[in-house]
């Protein structure tokens, strides 16, 4: 199983970016897709995660509204749009499934991780 992020990189402050993660290696129709993100001396947490069949949860409420999750089941994609992006934002953002079975709410529900990438805001 490989999950394939790309699309991090330096920002600044109030802009946005696309993450983009491509699953491969098995099928993902019982599996949530989604991101997490860890910032330097900080857990690992939640961004948000998207059933197959479209549910979703999500993590802090700092990042409502803000960002969106986009899944492609067809594609097995999950982007992760972000808009508004401070400071606080910067992190290693990892792609991550999680099997339907679970209730994802943090990195113990998650069965497999992808590499990180970093985003980096400015200020």
């Known amino acids: 199983v490989q999950l394939q992020a790309s699309g991090g990189g330096p920002v600044q402050y109030g802009g946005s970016l696309r993450l983009s993660c491509v699953a491969s290696g098995r099928s993902f129709n019982n599996y949530a897709l989604g991101w997490f993100r860890q910032a330097p001396g900080k857990e690992r947490e939640l961004v948000g995660s998207v059933k197959w069949g479209g549910s979703s949860t999500w993590g802090a409420e700092s990042m409502k509204g803000r960002f969106s999750i986009f899944r492609d089941n067809a594609k097995n994609t999950v982007d992760l749009q972000m808009f508004s992006l401070k400071p606080e934002d910067t992190a290693e953002y990892y792609c991550?499934?999680?099997?339907?079975?679970?209730?994802?709410?943090?990195?113990?529900?998650?069965?497999?991780w992808g590499k990180g990438t970093q985003v980096t805001v400015s200020s």
């Open positions: 991550a499934a999680s099997h339907d079975s679970r209730v994802v709410r943090g990195r113990n529900d998650v069965d497999y």
